[in-house]
Nanobody, 114 residues
């Protein structure tokens, strides 16, 4: 199993970013995918979850209405569209999948600052 995140960077408050996570090594279309984040000095927290076929999603209260998780099973890729970003969204963002055990990508840094 391999998960490779990309798309992070520095953005001003109110801005947008789109994260991508390219997956390989398992049957992507059969598994729930999730995005987590970890801010400095804080525990890792669940941000968003999407069902295997993409018809069901769930979000942390802190990102509802601002973030959208989606997936393209043909490309084995899951996305996180982040709008109206706030400084509190600053964190390393990870995609994850549970295939007998939890697998994590290397993470991508998102920094929201003016």
């Amino acid at each position: 199993v391999q998960l490779v995140e990309s798309g992070g960077g520095l953005v001003q408050p109110g801005g947008s970013l789109r994260l991508s996570c390219a997956a390989s090594g398992f049957t992507f279309s059969s598994y729930v995918m999730s995005w987590y984040r970890q801010a400095p000095g804080k525990e890792r927290e669940l941000v968003a979850v999407i069902s295997s076929v993409g018809d069901s999603t769930n979000y942390a209260d802190s990102v509802k209405g601002r973030f959208t998780i989606s997936r393209d099973n043909a490309k084995s890729t899951v996305y996180l569209q982040m709008n109206s970003l706030k400084p509190d969204d600053t964190a390393v963002y990870y995609c994850t999948v549970f295939v007998w055990k939890a697998y994590w990508g290397q993470g991508t840094q998102v920094t929201v600052s003016s």
